[in-house]
């Protein structure tokens, strides 16, 4: 089994991408983690790295079973030189030796496939980088990679509007990688949503949610919020389970 997706507490992680190095954000932090939290989605420009190092401020040294992933290289032109930079920027501001999971946030086209991925295989194959992934690809492209160094997670868009990686998903479930959908609460028709959450006693979002863990026993939804009270609704959307006409009617 994928560790990624054996053993975890929730199968819904957090989202950072807004977070800034407040106290009041550090202490978000810590109450996630103590609600049941244990899979952080960050990457080097979020917030203009004010999300990595206001996770390594509130966290560092990170409790055994959290996994704090983050992402490098995705705007053009960064090359294999600048992704080392920008992984040697997040141990730094993630205060860290080891990050349990890298993802190459872009395939730059100015770049092969093959030469962004070795670096992320030569940090693995020193011990810094536990597990590797990739963000945004084809299933081409995600062979491609793996052939370089084994992948254990892809980080693409996926949610009831878009489902244009139904391919990659199922490429995943296959071979039990981890398949995470970032803007997971987009798309849907609302006043089905609306009707299955009061069947439900649940909330449209948490509907978008269960949605996603049905769909694939692969999916590792991030909904980022800054909300304590929407980090506990969204972990509680695990325990939704949705019927098979619910389910079809959001299909």
């Not at 489902?163 to 990659?168: A, F, P």
């Not at 929407?230 to 959001?250: G, I, P």
Request: hydrophobic content about 40%; overall charge negative; glycine content about 6%.
């Amino acid at each position: 089994m994928n560790p990624l997706l054996d053993a975890r507490r929730s199968r819904i992680g957090l989202g950072t991408n807004r977070l800034t190095n407040t106290p009041a954000n550090r202490d978000f932090l810590l109450q996630a983690v103590e609600a049941g939290i244990d899979f952080i989605d960050t990457a080097h420009l979020y917030s203009s790295g004010e999300s990595e190092t206001t996770i390594g401020a509130a966290l560092a040294p990170y409790p055994a079973g959290l996994t704090v992933a983050t992402k490098g290289a995705y705007n053009r032109g960064t090359g294999p030189d600048g992704l080392r930079e920008q992984i040697e920027q997040s141990f730094e501001r993630l205060r860290t030796d080891t990050i349990e999971l890298y993802y190459l946030h872009r395939i730059d086209p100015e770049y092969s496939v093959e030469a962004l991925v070795s670096v992320l295989a030569e940090y693995r194959e020193a011990g810094r980088i536990k597990h590797v992934g990739v963000s945004e690809v084809s299933v081409e492209e995600l062979q491609l990679a793996n052939a370089v160094v084994p992948i254990a997670a892809v980080q693409n868009e996926f949610n009831l509007g878009t489902r244009k990686h139904d391919e990659v998903l199922e490429h995943c479930a296959e071979r039990e990688l981890a398949f995470v959908p970032f803007f997971p609460l987009r798309g849907g028709d609302r006043s089905t949503l609306e009707r299955i959450a009061g069947e439900l006693d649940a909330t449209p979002q948490q509907v978008k949610l269960a949605w996603l863990l049905r769909r694939s026993p692969v999916m590792v939804p991030i909904p980022g919020t800054l909300s304590i009270e929407h980090v506990r609704e969204n972990l509680a959307a695990a325990e939704l389970e949705l019927s098979d006409e619910q389910f079809a009617a959001l299909a």
